[in-house]
């Protein structure tokens, strides 16, 4: 079992920028950010997998940056020129089921835990 809990969230303007945390209850490699706005489906933002690759939705490369701290257990998401398209519920994912192919890792049913999410609103 992984606890997850999320912080860092919070009202910006556009163009402002956010730090996301996600710590871990325990070592886990495999991890990601989702998001969910209201009225939609939850979506992959970035994923980090166990050799340090990472894997970014179009919405977000170039603007948004995955990292992890193993010797702390906390995953980050460094959020950089927000958009009020970036409005949404950010969630950490852990642990990978199965035999996950990368370009499966932004795919929400390919892990098995969540923490509760952090709000990020951001205002135009």
């Known amino acids: 079992q992984v606890t997850l809990v999320e912080s860092g969230g919070g009202s910006v303007q556009s163009g402002g920028s956010l730090r996301l945390s996600c710590e871990a209850s325990t070592h886990t490699y495999s991890m990601g950010w989702f998001r969910q706005a209201p009225g939609k489906e939850r979506e992959g933002v970035a994923t980090i997998v166990s050799d340090g690759t990472e894997k970014y939705a179009d919405s977000v490369k170039g603007r948004f940056n995955i990292s992890q701290d193993v010797t702390k257990n906390t995953l980050y998401l460094e959020m950089n020129s927000l958009k009020p398209e970036d409005t949404a519920m950010y969630y950490c994912?852990?642990?990978?089921?199965?035999?996950?192919?990368?370009?499966?890792?932004?795919?929400?049913?390919?892990?098995?835990?969540w923490g509760q999410g952090t709000q990020v609103t951001v205002s135009s």
């Open positions: 994912a852990a642990q990978l089921i199965g035999s996950t192919l990368f370009d499966e890792t932004l795919d929400k049913s390919k892990y098995r835990y």
